[in-house]
């Protein structure tokens, strides 16, 4: 796919849509995300942000340990109690709250910290090349230049990323956990009941943006051909977390059916959701750009001479 970097016109994200037809802009959309392999790289993404997760709670409760703060590792305990779905709950008691853990926080922390930096480093690898092939690009970075840019990635968008994602999932937890510890005071607990969602959605949209702007192998156009992806796939991951949460805790047998395991399986449902939701986001500015450029195919032709 051409790239548009430095194209001056007048036409506006707005106005290509218009001009190519929303209902045929979206059906092309779906079909260059489904032809560039999209499915298959989001379960990618997906599995490794899970993979991210757990070990970084784990190295969390391991850096209080070491520290000697036991009030931070028991607002992380809470917290994660707080989003414990049904049985799994004395699961995740005996993770963080046991009182017989010994001398376990040094390896708790080395290895967690290990574990979920390199899940992270390999998803932000995984992004690239999803997003490489949805803009029809057929080999990635280099590997050296693919996982040296991976790691910036992680520290840039990762970190804000999952700031963000724990205020918005765990906003009211944390707060309710910082006040069972540490006691707030009334009108502490109000700033943070105020500002720590449109705070985490600057995170978010920050995080997104940079995956936008440096992840796939091209020139990225100007920030207004990219604001609708991130846009969307802001929109889309909030939908899609708020859809699991919301199935999770109305009591639809979900505990019921999977009992002990369904923190593992709702993590695991929202990260390929949230992996769906990120590349299909990338799929759309895509398109747009294609569009812009004058050839609006997302995928090649099928040559395949009807055979099956």
Same mark, same amino acid.
């Given at each position: ?40 790289? @989001?379960? +990618?993404?997906?599995?490794?942000? /899970?993979?991210? =997760? ?7 409760? !391991?850096? *209080? ?60 690898a995984q992004i690239e090349r999803g997003a490489n092939r949805l803009y ?18 992680? @520290?840039? +968008?990762?970190?804000?990323?999952? /700031?963000?994602? =724990? ?7 944390? !707060?309710? *956990? ?9 009108w502490t607990e109000r700033i943070w009941t105020a500002l720590h969602l449109?705070?985490?959605?600057l995170l978010t949209v920050a995080a997104v943006a940079l995956l936008f ?76 750009? *294609? ?18």
């Amino acid at each position: 796919m051409p790239e548009t970097t430095g194209t001056h016109e007048r036409a506006t994200p707005y106005r290509v849509v218009r001009r190519c037809g929303a209902r045929r802009f979206a059906a092309d959309t779906f079909r260059r995300f489904r032809y560039g392999d999209g499915f298959s790289h @989001a379960r +990618a993404v997906g599995l490794l942000l /899970c993979l991210a =997760v757990v070990p970084f709670f784990i190295a969390l409760t !391991g850096l *209080a340990e070491e520290a000697g703060a036991r009030g931070a590792g028991r607002v992380v305990a809470y917290t994660a109690l707080a989003l414990t779905p049904g049985r799994s709950d004395a699961l995740v008691r005996r993770l963080l709250l046991g009182e017989e853990n010994g001398d376990t926080g040094e390896f708790a922390l080395a290895t967690g910290l290990t574990g979920a930096g390199l899940a992270v480093v390999a998803a932000m690898a995984q992004i690239e090349r999803g997003a490489n092939r949805l803009y029809g690009i057929r080999r990635d970075r280099p590997a050296a230049h693919k996982y040296g840019r991976a790691v910036v990635l992680t @520290a840039t +968008a990762g970190i804000p990323a999952f /700031c963000g994602f =724990v205020m918005i999932v765990a906003g009211q937890a944390v !707060g309710d *956990a910082l006040q069972r510890v540490y006691g707030w005071g009334v009108w502490t607990e109000r700033i943070w009941t105020a500002l720590h969602l449109p705070v985490a959605l600057l995170l978010t949209v920050a995080a997104v943006a940079l995956l936008f702007r440096h992840a796939s192998r091209r020139h990225q156009p100007s920030t207004v051909w990219l604001l609708p992806g991130v846009v969307l796939a802001t929109a889309l991951w909030l939908g899609v977390t708020a859809a699991l949460a919301w199935y999770v805790n109305s009591g639809l047998a979900f505990t019921q059916i999977y009992g002990p395991l369904a923190a593992v399986i709702a993590v695991l449902l929202w990260g390929n959701a949230s992996g769906v939701a990120l590349l299909f986001s990338f799929a759309c500015t895509a398109q747009l750009e *294609a569009c812009r450029s004058g050839d609006c195919r997302p995928c090649e032709p099928d040559c395949s001479n009807g055979w099956a």
